[in-house]
């Protein structure tokens, strides 16, 4: 009996002691995982503070690469115009029932080209259908003014902008895009002398082309011009001037050929034969953006 007792005895404590090493084992267990979980919570805090930094890194260098990108893209373009022979259509002073043909003739070729828009002849369906075709069939939509009247234009450059946003903002009303491109009635050489007989200012023109600049807006005149304009050029003269002007621009740094015509019924005549010399001498044919390829007088 007594050996029993002293057996039992022994086992509880053998027992305790186990149980108290494994109550110790288990607090230390939890002091270590708080420790270690603290650990890893300043360690993750530390990467999310360098995230964060690289982050705003990434923001602020942002910018820059979007410049260099854009500047990359346009050294690109650039240097391909050196050896391919590209060409320009821009139709000026539409659109009217005139467009649509042009346009008709310009989807038969699968060509785009650039439409320099006056805004106040969208005041009729033919015309409202021809600036939906043009939106629809992938041809760039640009502004030449609201109304085409020099004397009042390059009177100021804020009567030149108030007839220019007006033209912007019923385009940008009809077509749901703002136009990034602009053609000066008259072109640049023309508008500087113009603001000079208008406004008794030449300077007048440096401010507009300043406030062009300043939105982002490109000017593009013409190195080629079909003088269509004079309605004494006939549709076969037309095409000869621009095949003429064409091939002289081929001795130039760039094959490019920025072509000026009208929504005139002579261009649509000379407008298939146009096309089929220019393909004949290897050109291919591109529309105007914004940040690429222009040519200006002044
Ligand atoms: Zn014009």
Redesign the pocket.
């Known amino acids: 009996m007594k050996i029993l007792c002293l057996v039992i005895t022994f086992l509880g404590l053998l027992l305790a002691v186990v149980f108290g090493f494994a109550g110790i084992n288990q607090k230390d267990a939890a002091k270590k995982y708080l420790a270690d979980a603290e650990n890893l919570a300043e360690i993750q805090k530390g990467y999310e503070a360098e995230i964060g930094e690289l982050e705003q890194k990434i923001a602020e260098l942002s910018p820059e690469k979007e410049t260099l990108t854009v500047k990359k893209e346009y050294l690109e373009e650039m240097a391909r115009y050196r050896t391919e022979k590209t060409a320009f259509l821009t139709f ?2 539409g659109p009217s029932t005139n467009t649509l043909k042009i346009l008709d003739i310009l989807k038969q070729y699968d060509i785009k080209a650039t439409f320099f828009v006056v805004a106040s002849k969208l005041d009729n369906l033919a015309s409202l259908q021809a600036l939906q075709r043009m939106a629809d069939e992938g041809h760039t939509i640009a502004i ?1 003014a609201y109304n ?1 009247v020099y004397s009042d234009l390059y009177q100021s450059k804020d009567a030149f902008f108030a007839d220019f946003d007006k033209a912007s903002a019923l385009i940008e009303e009809k077509t749901g895009k703002k136009p990034e491109i602009a053609r000066l ?1 008259g072109g640049t050489y023309s508008a500087w002398q113009f603001c000079q007989q208008y406004g008794g200012d030449g300077a007048i023109f440096d401010e507009i082309m300043d406030e062009f600049e300043k939105r982002n807006i490109m000017v593009a005149d013409w190195n080629v011009d079909s003088e269509d304009w004079n309605s004494a050029t006939t549709a076969a003269a037309a095409t000869e001037n621009i095949v003429s002007g064409a091939r002289k621009r081929l001795s130039g740094e760039y094959k490019t050929a920025l072509i000026l015509m009208h929504d005139f019924s002579n261009t649509i005549a000379s407008l298939e034969n146009t096309i089929g010399r220019l393909k004949g001498m290897g050109f291919s044919f591109e529309t105007l953006h914004n940040g690429g390829y222009y040519y200006r007088q002044k």
């Open positions: 000026d002073d030449h085409h009635p």
